[in-house]
């Protein structure tokens, strides 16, 4: 893992002050608790190594040919905006928060597919090293492999070093802006004024970190709930990822779970060949576990911004704890559920069961799944 950053600890801490609450272990306990390394990655580097994998295996790749929908019969067929139909074996939809197949195949279920505004946005910066020299405190977080938690009064950050310790990544949860566009976009710019003053109030390490993001480099995401669907997959036509289970981003899981969705689709394809039998797997195996997962990040976000107060201290007091995290991402019993499970093996392992299984899946029981 070249470019990725392996962590080994997280460290959950007071915005005001920076006081350590807590911390959880990362690498190595939970690589050799779950038998699987933890590690960060900036996401185009994650790409460059899949697109290193597409061309290694020679599969034909092309770009600016974007998809405006499949056939009304849901068979292998999707059309392009240039005109052109392509045909296939399967559609595998993995067209992101803003799916096309998504709306198609929602309204062929009879439901409009909308989303909620959280009132929250997330500005996204990343830190050149050499922006930080002769701030030896900066330089100790970008040298380390911690990912670093502050919590405060309706925001809360998440910070680590990628690109082997040379930039240090920051995620920067706060309430949206009134009349912001809900729009979910990559490259929607954020105001770096604006972001120095939502965080003037946090420890003197916190608005140092800002002060060194180039002006015109701060991007902000508005963060909207979407709803289960109720199913992912039409005849020959199935969704992926963030096209059927986009996330919120307080527990790290949506590319995580977009992964996962591959690897159980790839076995599923592997050991039928039957399209609609490893499809049926496929959900079956993924809809229930992403949605719980999509659905514990809204109880992590109000934890980790509540406002100074008893319920705070108590929520601190827990961290300090040894029972359960309310930072879902740092409780061992959370972790056990998201990191313990190898949905691939699973899927082997257990195939003529979620085969008999999955041919009565009814997809609309999954919304009734709690945490
Ligand atoms: C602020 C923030 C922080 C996050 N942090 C984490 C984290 O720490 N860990 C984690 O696991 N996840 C995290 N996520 C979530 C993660 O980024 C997404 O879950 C992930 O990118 C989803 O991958 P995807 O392939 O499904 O969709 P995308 O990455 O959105 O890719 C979709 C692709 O489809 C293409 N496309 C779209 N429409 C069409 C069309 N009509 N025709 C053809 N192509 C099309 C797009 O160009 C794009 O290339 C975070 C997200 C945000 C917003």
Redesign the pocket.
Known sequence: MEKANVLNKNSLRRYANNEELGTAPLMPQIGKKYHAPLA?IH?GDL?RILLDGVRAAGIELRTN????RAADDFEANVQ??SGEWISGDVVV?????????RHQIASHHGVTDTCQPTGDA?Y?IMIPKDKMQGDQRALDLLNNNVGMRWMGPGGHI?AYPIKNNTVYNM?L?HPQKQGASNE?S?TNKGDKQEMIEFYRNWDDLVQSLLSYVPEGDV?E?T?NSHFPLPSWVENKCVL????CH????YV????????E?AGVLTCALSLTSSVPTALAVYESVRKERAERIQKSAAVTRKALHLPDGEEQRKRDEAIRGTGKNPDLWADPSWQDFMWGTDVMKDTIENWDDIVAHSHGYHPHAVQAVGY
């Open positions: 960060v996401r790409q040919s974007r998809v405006i392009l905006e939809a993995a067209d992101g928060i803003k799916s096309e197949l997330a996204r998440m995620v949860l979910e990559w991007m995401w963060l992926m990822g963030d096209a986009p996330m919120l981003p790290a899981q949506g590319a995580a779970q977009a992964i969705d």
